[in-house]
């Protein structure tokens, strides 16, 4: 059993420009989520992706989309960035329902 | 709107010792409540959770709903777990986490 993939695990843009983040669900996992975690902050729900379909959206502008594949594997684009964008983003994916949510190694993302 | 609230940023306490980690909540409803742990260089994973119960590594977490709290709790600390602590609820169906700030752990020898 593979474990939650993100890539690339530190990246650097700069401002106005556009991102794509990937994450590779656990085998089996068909439930994607997606949050941000600034420096000293917790996780921010930014949004979930079940069999294909945004299954949920946290606090986060247009500018933020997202895609799940078939093989529930997963991208999160942002658009425009913003220095504010500067965070670790983290993907977890899990069985749908309340289950256990297992969590990628994050992608660093720095707006310069 | 729900709330995660974690008081402490940073907690020092010395091996052995208990150690108590805070948690408050709002929701209205009936969330599910959660603690995550992120030890140094790994990614960050679930300790426990309150419908289960269980007891990991030694630490509890109870849930009250009278006071809003979840806090985590060991009775005597090892140094393997400093580590970063989250508290995190659920709303409605889904797994849609909300987390609290985090509490940064350190078990002195």
């Known amino acids: 059993e593979t474990g939650v993939t993100q890539s690339p695990t530190h990246l650097i843009k700069t401002r106005g420009q556009q991102v794509t983040l990937r994450c590779s669900s656990q085998s089996g996992h068909n439930t994607v989520s997606w949050y941000q975690q600034a420096l000293g902050q917790g996780p921010q729900f930014i949004f979930q992706?079940?069999?294909?379909?945004?299954?949920g959206r946290g606090n986060f502008p247009p500018r933020f989309s997202g895609l799940q594949f078939p093989n529930y594997s997963s991208e999160l684009n942002v658009n425009a960035l913003e220095l504010d964008d500067s965070a670790l983003y983290l993907c977890?994916?899990?069985?749908?329902?309340?289950?256990?949510?297992?969590f990628g190694q994050g992608t660093r993302l720095t707006v310069v | 709107a729900q709330r995660v609230t974690q008081p402490e940023k940073l907690l020092s306490v010395f091996k052995g010792a208990p150690v108590e980690l805070k948690c408050n909540y709002s929701y209205s409803g009936s969330p599910e409540l959660f603690w995550y742990v992120q030890y140094s260089r790994q990614r960050l994973q679930l300790l426990l959770r309150h419908i289960s119960r269980e007891s990991i590594k030694g630490f509890t977490a109870d849930l009250n709903k009278g006071e809003t709290s979840f806090h985590l709790k060991k009775p005597f600390a090892q140094e393997e777990d400093s580590a970063m602590y989250y508290c995190a609820l659920i709303r409605g169906t889904g797994n849609q986490f909300y987390f609290g700030t985090g509490t940064s752990l350190t078990v002195i020898p």
């Open positions: 992706y079940y069999r294909e379909e945004e299954n």
């Open positions: 977890a994916s899990s069985l749908g329902g309340k289950t256990e949510a297992f």
